[in-house]
C-alpha cells in the first residue's frame, strides 16, 4: 500500500477530530453559499419540478455518500477518492479525481472568497475576499481543531438564519400551495440539469472524506458523519426551498438574483434581508473554510506520491498540519481573488466533482463484502447518477470540464514517459 494509506508515521496528520467535529465539517461545507444563490438557477432550469430535482440531486448524494464512506473506512488517510481511485482502479484514476478536485476547488476557493466579499462589503469585494483566505489559511495553520470549532459558530449562525426565513416564509401571507404543484413546464432534461445544479450543494461531504487522516476511530466515525450531515442538509434544504418556493412561485424565483432576500421581502418581513445577508456571508465563509481544508489534504496526498512537489508534503511538528500545502493554496487563491473574476468560470469545477465522484463509486464496487462494501446497487446508480448529471450540465461546462481534465491527463501522460526515458 502506498505512503498516503499508511502515514501514521511521522509523516502522518494527527487524529484529533471526534465525530461532532467531523458532522460539523461536513455541515459547513454543505450548508453554505450554494442554498442562498443554487435555488434560482435550478428553478430557471426545472421550473415547477424544482423539488423534483432537489431529490434526484438528494439520492444521487446519497449514493456518492455512502460509497465514500466505506472507501474511507477503509482507507482513512487525507486525499478522499485520490486514494480510493489510486488503490482500487490504478494510478491514473486516482490521479486524474485528484487534479480535477483539486483545480477546480481552487478555483471555488476563489469564487467563494469573491461570495463573501460581495456580500460582506461589496465596494471592496477583492480586499475582503484576500483577507477572508489570509485569514482562514492562518487559521488553518494552527490545527484542524480551531477550524472544526469556527466551523460550529458558522454553521449555528447559517442555521439561525435559515430557520427564520423559512418560518417566515411558511408562516406569512404569501405562501400559496399552488406554488408547489408540478406543471407541463418541467421536463425530464430541466429536472436533470437542476439536479446537476443543486447536486453540488451536498457535495460537502467529501470533506470529511478527505480530512479522514485526522479522524479518531475512522472506521465508525466517518461512516456516521458522512451519513448524519447528509441527512441534515437534506432535511434543511427541502424545507428551505418548500418555503422560498410557495412564496416566490417558480417563474418569480427563477428570475431572483437573491432569492431569499426576495423570498422575505415577498412575506412581508423586509427587516430580515440584512440578517440574510449576513447569513449568506457567514455561509461562503463557511464554505471557503471547509474548500481550504480539503484542497490542502488532496494537495498533500498527491505531494506524497510524487504528483506534486514532495515539499507539499511535510506535516508541521507541532501543529500536525500539512502546512506548506496549506500555504500554498492560499497564496493561490490569494492570487486569483485579487486578479480576476472566477466566480463566472468555474463550470468545469461542477463537471470534475461529477467525475471526482463517479470515480468513488467505481472504486466502491471493487470492496469485497469483508471490506463492508456498500449495497452494488447504490453503488452502481452512483456511478450512472453521477455521468447522467455531468451530461445534463450546460455545454459551457461539460466543455472546460473536460478540457481541465484533459490537460491533466496530458501531464500526467509527459510525466510518464519523461520518467521511462
Not at 466543455?399 to 501522460?413: D, E, F, N, P, R
Request: a positive charge.
Amino acid at each position: 500500500m502506498s505512503t498516503s494509506a499508511t502515514s501514521a508515521g511521522g509523516n502522518g496528520l494527527q487524529r484529533r477530530l471526534g465525530l461532532s467535529d467531523a458532522v460539523m465539517i461536513g455541515l459547513g461545507s454543505m450548508i453554505g453559499a450554494g442554498i442562498f444563490a443554487a435555488l434560482a438557477p435550478a428553478a430557471g432550469a426545472a421550473g415547477s419540478g424544482l423539488l423534483l430535482g432537489l431529490a434526484v440531486a438528494a439520492v444521487v448524494a446519497y449514493c456518492n455518500a455512502t460509497s465514500s464512506a466505506r472507501l474511507a473506512a477503509r482507507y482513512p488517510a487525507s486525499g478522499g477518492t485520490y486514494v480510493y481511485g489510486r488503490e482500487r482502479l490504478g494510478d491514473f484514476w486516482g490521479y486524474l479525481a485528484g487534479w480535477g478536485f483539486v483545480v477546480g476547488k481552487t478555483a471555488s476557493c476563489a469564487a467563494m472568497a469573491l461570495t463573501v466579499g460581495v456580500y460582506a462589503w461589496p465596494e471592496q469585494a477583492h480586499t475582503v475576499a484576500v483577507t477572508s483566505v489570509v485569514a482562514l489559511t492562518a487559521l488553518n495553520y494552527t490545527g484542524v481543531q480551531k477550524a472544526a470549532w469556527l466551523t460550529r459558530v458558522i454553521v449555528g449562525v447559517v442555521l439561525a438564519v435559515l430557520a427564520a426565513v423559512a418560518v417566515v416564509c411558511l408562516t406569512g401571507p404569501a405562501v400559496g400551495a399552488a406554488h408547489l404543484d408540478i406543471g407541463s413546464d418541467a421536463t425530464v432534461s430541466g429536472v436533470l440539469q437542476a439536479a446537476g445544479l443543486l447536486f453540488f450543494a451536498f457535495a460537502g461531504y467529501a470533506r470529511i472524506a478527505t480530512l479522514g487522516e485526522e479522524v479518531r476511530d475512522p472506521a465508525r466515525t466517518i461512516v456516521r458523519a458522512v451519513l448524519l450531515a447528509l441527512g441534515i442538509t437534506l432535511v434543511v434544504y427541502a424545507v428551505v426551498a418548500v418555503a422560498v418556493l410557495g412564496v416566490l412561485g417558480p417563474d418569480r424565483l427563477a428570475q431572483a438574483a437573491a432569492p431569499l432576500d426576495e423570498a422575505v421581502r415577498a412575506a412581508g418581513a423586509p427587516e430580515l434581508v440584512p440578517v440574510v445577508r449576513v447569513g449568506a456571508a457567514v455561509a461562503a465563509l463557511g464554505s471557503l473554510l471547509a474548500l481550504i481544508l480539503g484542497v490542502s489534504r488532496t494537495t498533500l496526498a498527491m505531494a506524497r506520491d510524487g504528483h506534486l512537489p514532495r515539499a507539499l508534503a511535510a506535516v508541521h511538528p507541532r501543529f500536525g498540519v500539512p502546512h506548506r500545502a496549506e500555504l500554498t493554496v492560499g497564496a493561490v487563491v490569494v492570487v486569483l481573488v485579487a486578479t480576476v473574476d472566477v466566480r463566472e468560470v468555474i463550470g468545469f469545477s461542477s463537471f470534475g466533482v461529477l467525475v471526482y465522484y463517479a470515480v468513488a463509486n467505481a472504486a466502491a464496487l471493487t470492496l469485497s463484502a469483508a471490506e463492508r462494501r456498500p449495497p452494488r446497487p447504490v453503488a452502481w446508480l452512483g456511478v450512472a447518477g453521477c455521468g447522467v448529471l455531468a451530461f445534463a450540465l450546460p455545454l459551457g461546462s461539460i466543455l472546460s470540464g473536460a478540457a481541465v481534465l484533459a490537460a491533466g491527463a496530458t501531464v500526467y501522460g509527459l510525466r510518464r514517459m519523461a520518467k521511462r526515458s
